[in-house]
């Protein structure tokens, strides 16, 4: 995942040494909003959660604006990082 480590760097999240990584390009519809979420709710306060999609995961980011998280998402060709932490 050294490919999703060099993109998170571009992000705004903060450093950590290593990040709840999600892969669910390979998951229908809901399945990554409630893995993204389920894992939210699970995570440390200091932890940076990674999702991995190949699409901007537009209907996730109403729920962590009303949840309270950070976040940043890089698109790249073959994947979009959205990288969501506890301010």
Do not use: I, N, T, W
């Given at each position: 995942m050294?490919?999703?480590e060099s993109l998170l760097t571009e992000t705004d999240a903060p450093p950590t040494g290593s990040p709840e990584v999600l892969d669910v390009r390979d998951l229908p519809p809901p399945e990554?909003?409630?893995l993204t979420l389920e894992t939210?709710?699970?995570a440390d306060d200091d932890t940076v959660?990674?999702?991995v999609s190949d699409r901007v995961?537009?209907?996730l980011?109403?729920?962590l604006d009303d949840?309270?998280?950070?976040?940043d998402t890089v698109e790249r060709d073959d994947r979009v990082v959205t990288a969501i932490w506890t301010e």
């Open positions: 050294s490919g999703v990554p909003l409630k939210l709710a699970e959660v990674v999702q995961p537009q209907h980011f109403p729920r949840r309270g998280f950070a976040y």
